[in-house]
Each structure stands twice: as C-alpha cells, then as structure tokens.
C-alpha cells in the first residue's frame, strides 16, 4: 500500500519517494499534484485518485487499511469525489423533484446554499460546524423582503431542511454513504406575530371558498366561510370574462397582490401589516365570535393544537373585560384535596363557598 503523485505535466503516477518525473518535471516543487492510493485486495491491485490533499490521501489510505484488516468491504469514499455543486445539480434534475410545487423555492434555497458554500466543496467537507457558520452568516444577511431588518431564522432552517433532503436523497440512491450533517438542529424561530386587526380597520368575512385538496398545503380539501357582504360583492362582479379568475386588473389576470395590498393598506392608514396577518385576523375573530376550535381549525387547516394557538392572540381589550368575583356576595375558598395517581402527591383545587 503506498501514496503515489500524478504528474500534472504527462500525468504518470510516481511514487512519493520519487523527486523528478520521466518527462523530466521536478514533482516535488510542481504545482496542481494530484495524489492516488495504491493497494491490494484480494490479491488484486486497486489505485483511487485522492485529489490534490496529501492529508486526505493519507487518511483514505488508513481507512483502507484499517477495511482490510477488519475484513470488511473497501468502498470508494463518494463524499470525497462529489462537490455540492453537482449533488444540487442532480437533485434539481431529479423528475419527481421538479413535479414539486415548491420547485422555484427549492432552487432558491439552493442559490443561497451554494453562493455561501460554494459549488465546489466536496460533501467530505460538509460538517455540522460548517453548516453552523452558514447559519451565523444568514443572520446577519439584510432580508430583501423587509428593509432594516435580517433574515428570519424560520428561512434559514428552511435553507439548512433543503440541504439535508437533498443529501438524504443522495444517500437513498446511493450517491452518498451517509448525510454528514444530518445532526444539525434548527434555529430557535419566535416568528409569531402579535398584530391582529381591529373591527374599525377591516370588515368581517363570511359565505363560502371551496378549496380542493392539491390547493391546500395539508393536502386536504376545505370550505371556507365568508361574510355576506363579501359575497355580495362577488356576486356583482361581471359575468363572461374569458377567464377563471375572480380578481383582475384592468381586464388582465396577475400573478401576485403585494403592490395592491400594500397601496390598500397606505389608504387605510393600516401600518406594519402583512397579507399573511389576514389569516391571524381571521381566526382570532372567529374565536372571539363564540366558536368552538374545532370548527375553526376545520375552516384553517390546522391539524396540530399547538400549532393552532400560535395564531390566537389575548389582546388587552379582551383582557379589560375580564370578569371579577363580586365583593358584595360571600364568596371565597374552601380547600379540597384530590389524591393523584403518583403515591404521596395531592393537587390543591378551590371550590366556591355556597
């Protein structure tokens, strides 16, 4: 077993001893080596080319070493010869990958990935520590969506989950032997809002939008319940327009409503205020309204309580109206006790004194 250099002038493989090559090339000053592994097994001769790290030739060369002392099977280190560049290229490329609906925001996060870790950086390279200093650099990267802030950690753990899919693909189809930074834990994320829109800003909505399931991010087919008044409008909109859209511009269809949005909230005087924060608004009405959660959990989607209550908020008004025990009537505490399941631990409770 032996290290060999691979002559960047006629490419002949030399052994490290060696200090000038045939072609007459002084190898040992000569820039852009590239060192092989040589050795046996099964009594045949195997030779795998490193690259130009001597370190990492000498480490795969221990690791053979080792394989074959343990009788085990000597693979080809693959995350030693795949940059991230091509993985994500292959990934991308992949058809079930582009049948995605979330395809362009894919290649998005993949565009930050490899402007940060660069293309060609072999997988080997990618370490837990690696991706922790992507994420330190993340956060403080200006956020192109809201000036005079930084990136959210919510985007960035979204950046780190397409990485690690992609290399857990890789791994499933046998481009990588494991994913190295399978390990790596998402950032703290405290992204909940705490606006929520008064009556005097916005009007109520009722009546019904039916969404089919491949329309819902859960997959899941729901109706949605609108005001009247919402539906009025709608019902008044022009008939026979050549197209299936609802909202229009000009006659014309359109992709998206952020200019439209933000121009209705200037008008309305409706400061720090997000289309996404409709869907707060929303639910935390129909709370407020006197609906039980799992009616309002049909109409959202939500499927997870805890997930559920980050979009309800207890404002000070309802907290003004919080009721009181009236002083007048004889009221107070009797203690009661009530044994639990675990021995020697009792909960207290309170019961009205009649």
Same mark, same amino acid.
């Given at each position: 077993?032996?290290?060999?250099?691979?002559?960047?002038?006629?490419?002949?493989?030399?052994s490290l001893?060696?200090?000038?090559?045939?072609?007459?090339?002084?190898?040992?000053?000569?820039?852009?080596?590239?060192?092989?592994?040589?050795?046996?097994?099964?009594?045949?001769?195997?030779?795998?080319?490193?690259?130009?790290?001597?370190?990492?030739? &000498?480490?795969?060369?221990?690791?053979?070493?080792?394989?074959?002392? /343990?009788?085990?099977?000597?693979?080809?280190?693959?995350?030693?010869?795949t940059?991230?560049? &091509?993985?994500?290229?292959w990934?991308?490329?992949?058809?079930?990958?582009?049948?995605?609906?979330?395809?362009?925001?894919?290649? /998005?996060f993949?565009?930050?990935?490899?402007?940060?870790?660069?293309?060609?950086?072999k997988?080997?390279y990618?370490?837990?520590?690696? =991706?922790?200093?992507?994420?330190?650099?993340?956060?403080?990267?200006?956020?192109?969506?809201?000036?005079?802030?930084?990136?959210?950690?919510?985007?960035?753990?979204?950046?780190?989950?397409?990485? %690690?899919?992609?290399?857990?693909?890789?791994?499933?189809?046998?481009?990588?032997?494991?994913?190295?930074?399978?390990?790596?834990?998402?950032?703290? &994320?405290?992204?909940?809002?705490?606006?929520?829109?008064?009556?005097?800003?916005?009007?109520l909505?009722?009546?019904?939008?039916?969404? *089919?399931?491949?329309?819902?991010?859960?997959?899941v087919?729901?109706?949605?319940?609108?005001?009247?008044? =919402?539906?009025?409008?709608?019902?008044?909109?022009?008939?026979?327009?050549?197209?299936?859209?609802?909202?229009?511009?000009?006659?014309?269809?359109?992709? /998206?409503?952020?200019?439209?949005?933000?121009?209705?909230?200037?008008?309305?005087?409706?400061?720090?205020?997000?289309?996404?924060?409709?869907?707060?608004?929303?639910?935390?009405?129909?709370?407020l309204a006197?609906?039980?959660?799992?009616?309002?959990?049909?109409?959202?989607?939500? %499927?997870t309580?805890?997930?559920?209550?980050?979009?309800?908020? =207890?404002?000070?008004?309802?907290?003004?109206?919080?009721?009181? *025990?009236?002083?007048?009537?004889?009221?107070?505490?009797?203690?009661?006790?009530?044994?639990t399941?675990?021995?020697?631990?009792?909960?207290?409770?309170?019961?009205?004194?009649?």
């Open positions: 077993m032996a290290l060999l250099i691979e002559c960047p002038k006629c490419k002949k493989r030399n001893k060696t200090t000038t090559c045939g072609c007459g090339m002084n190898i040992k000053k000569a820039a852009g080596k590239t060192y092989w592994i040589e050795y046996y097994f099964n009594s045949k001769r195997k030779r795998e080319r490193i690259g130009p790290s001597k370190a990492a030739a &000498e480490q795969r060369l221990r690791d053979v070493l080792k394989a074959r002392a /343990e009788e085990r099977y000597i693979n080809k280190d693959k995350a030693a010869q940059t991230l560049g &091509e993985l994500c290229q990934y991308l490329n992949l058809p079930e990958v582009k049948a995605k609906k979330s395809y362009r925001r894919d290649g /998005e993949i565009r930050h990935l490899l402007r940060i870790f660069g293309e060609k950086i997988i080997k990618l370490t837990a520590g690696k =991706v922790e200093t992507y994420q330190t650099r993340r956060l403080s990267e200006p956020s192109p969506r809201f000036p005079g802030k930084t990136i959210r950690p919510a985007t960035i753990n979204k950046e780190v989950t397409c990485l %690690k899919t992609i290399l857990n693909r890789a791994v499933r189809h046998d481009k990588l032997e494991f994913n190295p930074v399978k390990e790596v834990k998402k950032l703290p &994320e405290n992204n909940v809002r705490m606006r929520i829109i008064s009556k005097e800003e916005v009007d909505k009722k009546g019904f939008i039916r969404l *089919a399931a491949e329309r819902t991010k859960t997959s087919g729901r109706s949605i319940p609108l005001h009247p008044q =919402v539906k009025s409008m709608l019902e008044d909109l022009p008939r026979g327009l050549k197209t299936n859209r609802v909202f229009l511009r000009k006659g014309t269809p359109f992709s /998206e409503i952020k200019t439209a949005f933000r121009s209705a909230c200037n008008r309305a005087d409706i400061k720090d205020f997000t289309f996404h924060d409709l869907r707060h608004c929303a639910l935390n009405n129909l709370r006197g609906n039980d959660y799992f009616r309002i959990m049909a109409i959202s989607g939500h %499927k309580m805890s997930v559920f209550k980050r979009y309800n908020l =207890v404002t000070e008004e309802e907290l003004s109206k919080v009721k009181w *025990a009236d002083e007048n009537k004889n009221s107070g505490c009797i203690d009661t006790y009530m044994d399941k675990e021995k020697g631990l009792q909960v207290k409770t309170c019961k009205p004194l009649e």
